[in-house]
């Protein structure tokens, strides 16, 4: 115990960033991420330009922020840019152009030193170094460099050497690049056809037998036709390979929409198992006009297992797959309960909400950090399939889309997705394109905007001072029991004594739902919100 804790204090007389560091530490034990991993990790990209290395890294970003570990990117172009303000040819990137090797190399350390900053003092958790880093001189830099501040580093190097892929790269990404403003098409596969030649002068790919036998890596090989995997060394290094071995470059859209309006959605109750409504019955017969009027006679459609969501497919006349983990959140002792009930009946809990609604769990049941890690699986399959529709809820709609729309977890539970509408998303380049279809079905409005004055602190305890609740049981006697808090919101505090929960009936199938929603339209689009009162 004394050498540990003579280690810290050695390493403080040293210097300040020894001192900044372990300052960082010590704030991100309770983090969320810290769950997963140790110490931060660099994620570096390899491969020769054209490769997808920017589309793995956005989307790989993308990701691992939407389960929860805070992640960037750093693309080294756009530091390149930012020092050589017009870019002129390929001769720029030619190894014997010892000027502009100076400038790139220059360009890496000043990358290094924003990565640094942002894995030490801005809480993030992983870094994705997302450069061409084709030389074993240029990776030592960027290992030493992680080695000093005591990050870990995963590689990933995509390999390609088909010329149809390669091309249609350069076209689709390319040919917008601010490297290339205002030039044709033809002299830019030119120009930029060159400058991979010029890089594939030095480039050493990583070799798994011998040189680089030691190092965590992924290969990506022809755009996900096969992989190779070296050393995967902890969770968050297995999540990465897990994710990019699911994801597909192919086209296709995902169609997202609630189910019909319900009689609990009429009531205005959250969750439940109720039925359509009349007019969630004419949705119903709406969209399979919608399906056929769009020519999807490949699509698949997957539902929840809750009757509102079959009862919707159901008039597709199609095959779909009924998903457990497409039910609604649960909302524990406040399922089939109004917004005006539970404000009366448990007015801490309905301000706590306001207060963090993307962690905060009802007591007996879910949050939305929890609905998240359930519609992992449902991510990775969608990534893979190819024309899907999924006729769900509001707040699992909330969570698919945030993923795909790249939405906070402040944003996230105020999405607006309205009942009696249908989401097209198709991937794009480096992002997804959204088109809104309102099937012109009346429903009511079950969206509640994001609060616009913050709870009295007085009054309510902040959603991270979080006390004791109690799980209701089904019979009439209660046994109290701690609240089971969200991962990465554990109590800091607690009230030195806890409400009471007035014994409650449930419904055994039961779906929650969600306190609010937000002002903030979803992707600028912004139609008449009807929602599960979710």
Not at 206 to 233: A, C, T
Request: glycine share 4%; charged share 25%; aromatic share 10%.
């Amino acid at each position: 115990m004394a050498a540990r804790q003579q280690r810290p204090a050695a390493a403080s007389d040293g210097s300040a960033e020894a001192k900044r560091t372990d300052l960082r530490a010590n704030e991100k034990k309770c983090s969320w991420a810290s769950y997963m991993t140790n110490s931060p990790t660099v994620i570096v990209m390899i491969g020769l330009p054209a490769r997808g290395k920017t589309y793995m890294s956005k989307k790989l970003t993308r990701y691992l922020n939407w389960i929860g570990v805070p992640t960037k990117v750093f693309n080294l172009g756009v530091y390149r840019r930012e020092a050589v303000k017009s870019y002129k040819s390929y001769d720029f990137f030619r190894h014997d152009n010892e000027e502009a090797m100076e400038i790139r190399k220059q360009c890496a350390l000043v990358a290094l030193q924003d990565v640094r900053a942002y894995l030490n003092e801005e809480g993030g958790q992983i870094a994705v170094f997302d450069a061409t880093n084709t030389t074993r001189e240029r990776r030592k830099l960027i290992l030493n460099f992680a080695k000093h501040n005591s990050y870990k580093v995963f590689f990933v190097e995509s390999l390609c050497d088909d010329p149809d892929v390669i091309a249609a790269n350069i076209l689709d990404v390319k040919v917008s690049s601010p490297d290339y403003p205002e030039r044709d098409r033809e002299s830019v596969m030119e120009d930029f056809l060159k400058r991979i030649e010029c890089y594939k002068v030095t480039y050493q790919p990583l070799d798994p037998d011998e040189h680089d036998k030691n190092l965590s890596f992924i290969q990506v090989i022809n755009v996900g036709r096969r992989f190779l995997v070296n050393r995967v060394q902890d969770y968050i290094q297995s999540k990465i390979v897990y994710y990019l071995m699911n994801i597909h470059v192919h086209s296709h859209s995902i169609y997202l929409c609630r189910h019909g309006e319900s009689h609990h959605n009429q009531e205005g109750r959250i969750g439940g198992d109720s039925e359509l409504s009349d007019r969630g019955k004419q949705f119903a017969a709406a969209l399979k006009g919608f399906v056929e009027e769009h020519r999807l006679s490949d699509l698949k459609v997957w539902t929840s297992q809750l009757r509102r969501t079959i009862q919707t497919a159901e008039e597709l006349g199609v095959p779909y797959e009924q998903w457990k983990i497409l039910n609604e959140i649960d909302a524990g002792v406040c399922e089939e309960m109004t917004y005006k009930l539970i404000e009366e009946t448990y007015p801490e809990e309905f301000a706590m909400r306001d207060q963090d609604k993307y962690h905060y769990r009802y007591p007996g049941g879910e949050s939305y950090q929890d609905l998240v890690q359930r519609l992992e699986p449902v991510i990775m399959e969608l990534e893979r399939q190819g024309n899907v529709l999924v006729v769900c809820h509001q707040a699992v709609m909330r969570c698919l889309l945030a993923y795909f729309l790249d939405k906070s977890a402040d944003d996230l539970p105020y999405l607006k997705c309205p009942l009696h509408t249908v989401l097209k998303l198709t991937p794009v380049a480096y992002g997804c394109k959204v088109d809104m279809f309102d099937l012109k079905v009346e429903a009511v409005n079950t969206h509640r905007d994001r609060p616009l004055n913050k709870v009295q602190t007085d009054v309510v305890p902040p959603a991270f001072l979080r006390r004791n609740s109690f799980t209701p049981l089904s019979s009439q006697d209660q046994i109290k029991r701690p609240r089971l808090y969200s991962v990465g919101n554990p109590p800091q505090a607690r009230m030195s004594q806890a409400p009471t929960l007035p014994s409650m009936q449930f419904s055994e199938a039961s779906e929650g739902a969600e306190f609010q929603q937000s002002q903030d339209s979803l992707n600028g689009f912004s139609a008449a919100d009807s929602d599960d009162c979710v």
